[in-house]
């Protein structure tokens, strides 16, 4: 290998080089991309309207005090599923 010909391969490498680092900034950018959707998709997956629903207007079950199972209203009496508890509201 004359020198012309190592200052030729060696400017081909470096492109080649160049070529390697942009494919592979270019693939974590996209990873980045796809890492920022997969954050915005999951927080859609919490239904943030379900759970002030339940504070909202009229509720019908609310958490035991004895054992914090759900509470169900029958008129003004409020009973636990799970231990019986009851009291009138
Ligand atoms: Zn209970």
């Not at 012309?4 to 990873?31: D, H, I, K």
């Not at 999951?42 to 759900?70: K, S, V």
């Amino acid at each position: 290998m004359d020198d012309l010909n190592r200052r030729a391969f060696l400017r081909r490498a470096g492109f080649a080089f160049a070529g390697v680092v942009g494919a592979a900034s270019f693939a974590a950018a996209q990873q980045q991309e796809e890492e920022k959707k997969e954050d915005e998709e999951t927080q859609e997956e919490i239904d943030y309207d379900a759970l002030f629903a339940e504070d909202a207007g009229d509720e019908d079950t609310r958490a035991c005090p004895q054992c914090g199972a759900l509470m169900y209203r029958q008129g003004r009496t409020w009973t636990c599923e799970n231990c019986g508890y009851s009291y009138v509201e």
